[in-house]
């Protein structure tokens, strides 16, 4: 699997993640835990937590990186949604792309190799939980065919301010 996206004369390679994507996918990750509402944490990752985090990915077979001339612009993980065994087929997604990056069909690009993944591990749900005012992303899921399922107003804090969680869900088996 490597397929290969053309838009706005930029050509996008998404592949499997690999061990060795650590650092740039911490990058990623750790630019939006410092400077958006995408991730509810305060805390960026250490490169030994990076590694640990991608590592349960790479072994769940749940990870992905886009790249864009050579450098990995975006990656997109699934994991399981709850803990408890009776929510063993429902999964969530996350997708981010290199500040910079945005508008090119990177997040589109990884969201369509992220749902093809899930549904070939034989999934039935993957849930996308949005900071409701993330536009970009309620658009980019519904896109995908996730509907909206309700919002959670105020479930999480950021930056000082009471955040909304909207909830999109997508039937990964018919």
Known sequence: MNPIYE?????????????????????????????????????????????????????????FVAEVEGEVAGYAVYGPWRELDGYRDTVEDSVYVREGRHGLGIGSALLDALVAAAREAGHHIMIAAIETENAASVRLHERFGFQDVGTVREAGVKFGRRLDLTLMRLALSR
């Open 7 to 63: 838009r706005s004369g930029a050509v996008v390679t998404v592949r499997r993640a690999r061990p060795d994507d650590a650092e740039a996918v911490r990058a990623i990750r750790n630019h939006a835990v410092e400077r958006s509402t995408a991730l509810w944490t305060d805390t960026p990752q250490s490169p030994a937590e990076g590694v640990a985090w991608l590592a349960a990915h790479l072994e769940r077979g749940s990870a």
